[in-house]
């Protein structure tokens, strides 16, 4: 091997050991999805099937809470916790809606609609935007969000973190007894890291007890209002 051929051949692990260095590219997301179900509701397996299909979609973040307040009637969903229920009651006042329902579609904080309903989500989809929120970025544990003009109060800056696969659940009792339910993208972590409010903003995320976790960033106006933006690693 010649010197020059050795030098290229150094420039170019170099370029590769440093293209391997860098924190993991953000994907922004061009609306964000989220279902309010329950493993409970025998209304809500076709809603899970609705999302699923859009989980396959790069320019859509859907994510899947599963809420507690079906779990008395015969099932306890496995992935439903109280912060995800709370999160769909402070949606159902900011939406002026006497209380709050399954299967719920909500899309881009700004509109919902009834999850079985198929077109009427697309057709939120393709009406809604994400607007006026930050660029974002996802290196390791470390989020950094950009500067833009903000007028409106402080933003609450939210770390989800939901599991990617498509996970299959026997139902053992309760509406949906005997059937399994697939699901996807179902969130397992919901933490509010702090606040935006136009500036450039740093957060340090603790790492995840459970392996396997994808990372997703949503910047959204305080009390459950609109998205602003959003992001998964």
């Given at each position: 091997?010649?010197?020059?051929?050795?030098?290229?051949?150094?420039?170019?692990?170099?370029?590769?050991?440093?293209?391997?260095?860098l924190?993991?590219?953000?994907?922004?997301?061009?609306?964000?999805?989220?279902?309010?179900?329950s493993q409970?509701?025998?209304?809500?397996?076709?809603?899970?099937?609705?999302v699923?299909?859009?989980?396959?979609?790069?320019?859509?973040?859907s994510?899947?809470?599963?809420?507690?307040?079906?779990?008395?009637?015969?099932w306890k969903?496995?992935?439903?916790?109280?912060?995800?229920?709370?999160?769909?009651v402070?949606?159902?006042?900011?939406?002026?809606?006497?209380g709050?329902?399954t299967?719920?579609v909500?899309?881009?904080?700004r509109a919902?609609v009834?999850?079985a309903?198929k077109?009427?989500i697309?057709?939120?989809?393709?009406?809604t935007r994400?607007?006026?929120?930050?660029?974002?970025?996802i290196?390791?544990?470390?989020v950094?969000?950009?500067?833009?003009?903000?007028?409106?109060?402080a933003?609450?800056?939210?770390l989800?973190?939901?599991?990617?696969r498509?996970?299959?659940?026997?139902i053992?009792?309760?509406e949906?007894?005997?059937?399994?339910?697939p699901?996807?993208?179902?969130v397992?972590?919901?933490?509010?890291?702090?606040?935006?409010?136009?500036?450039?903003?740093?957060?340090?995320?603790?790492p995840?007890?459970?392996?396997?976790?994808?990372?997703?960033?949503?910047?959204?106006?305080?009390?459950?209002?609109?998205?602003?933006?959003?992001?998964?690693?």
């Open positions: 091997m010649d010197n020059r051929t050795g030098r290229r051949l150094i420039g170019v692990l170099i370029g590769l050991f440093s293209f391997a260095g924190g993991a590219q953000a994907q922004p997301a061009a609306a964000v999805v989220e279902l309010f179900t409970g509701c025998s209304s809500c397996p076709p809603a899970n099937d609705n699923r299909a859009l989980g396959d979609r790069p320019d859509i973040l994510l899947s809470f599963g809420v507690t307040y079906w779990d008395q009637l015969g969903d496995t992935f439903a916790k109280s912060a995800f229920t709370a999160r769909q402070a949606y159902a006042r900011a939406l002026h809606h006497d709050p329902f299967p719920q909500v899309v881009d904080g919902d009834v999850g309903r077109g009427e697309e057709a939120l989809i393709s009406r994400l607007l006026g929120g930050p660029v974002i970025d290196n390791g544990q470390t950094t969000l950009g500067a833009a003009p903000r007028n409106g109060p933003a609450d800056v939210w989800v973190r939901y599991d990617p498509v996970v299959e659940v026997p053992k009792a309760g949906n007894n005997g059937r399994t339910l699901h996807k993208n179902v397992r972590e919901l933490i509010r890291l702090g606040a935006w409010s136009g500036k450039a903003e740093r957060f340090l995320a603790a995840s007890a459970t392996p396997g976790l994808m990372t997703a960033i949503l910047v959204q106006t305080p009390g459950a209002g609109p998205i602003l933006a959003a992001a998964r690693a």
